[in-house]
Antibody
């Protein structure tokens, strides 16, 4: 079945780095754009980043621009989010999500992982 | 950035009620509007895309409408499993933005 499984979350000190991974299965990963979305404790959803199906284009929310890097390895069916210079307000559950359309980014998120928790604290 | 404003932020309703949630965009987004349902501790799930298209597997009691800046999500005959938080999201341009959410609670 179609599945996304995030990993790599944890407790990290402010200013440090962390890389999240998202393993995809059950579909042709290399044909879909992918997203990261986060949710701070008790708060709403915040889109973080988008990468095209082939990795050639990336888009970021202002909150992560210059600090976060989204990437993918289509040979490993894996999506990544490298996060640098982490701040307390980056504390959240981070979800990876598949885009709805094949080969284009419809920007509709139709399959979600269960999320991985990142806590930024001294 | 396009701001998405949902109302109300919460509502109480009974099983069998008809519920309508509204979402307003800060500029015209045509029909590039999607609705998600999220239950506590779970990932969101897409219900409606392109303003009014029902995602596969979603019950027909859910419907969406609107275009331009004003949109609605309607749940006909609310069921116990529908108590959740609902978010709208614009897919017109990046950065993608979500509304603040509407929590639907049991009366």
């Amino acid at each position: 079945q179609v599945q996304l499984v995030e990993s790599g979350g944890g407790v990290v000190q402010p200013g440090r780095s962390l890389t999240l991974s998202c393993a995809a299965s059950g579909f042709t990963f290399s044909s879909y754009a992918m997203h990261w979305v986060r949710q701070a404790p008790g708060k709403g959803l915040e889109w973080v980043a988008l990468i095209s199906y082939d990795g050639s284009n990336q888009y970021y929310a202002d909150s992560g621009k210059g600090r976060f890097t989204i990437s993918r390895d289509n040979s490993k069916n894996t999506l990544y989010l490298q996060m640098n210079s982490l701040r307390a307000d980056d504390t959240a559950v981070y979800y990876c999500a598949r885009d709805f359309a094949v080969l284009v980014a419809a920007k509709i998120l139709d399959v979600w992982g269960k999320g991985t928790t990142v806590t930024v604290s001294a | 950035d396009i701001q998405m404003t949902q109302s109300p932020s919460s509502l109480s309703a009974s099983v069998g009620d008809r519920v309508t949630i509204t979402c307003r965009a800060s500029q015209s987004i045509s029909t590039y509007l999607n609705w998600y349902q999220q239950k506590p501790g779970k990932a969101p799930k897409v219900l409606i895309y392109a303003a009014s298209s029902l995602q596969s597997g979603v019950p027909s009691r859910f419907s969406g409408g609107g275009s331009g800046t004003d949109f609605t999500l309607t749940i006909n005959s609310l069921q116990p499993e529908d108590f959740a938080t609902y978010y709208c999201q614009q897919s017109y341009s990046t950065p993608l933005t979500f509304g603040g959410g509407t929590e639907v609670e049991i009366k």
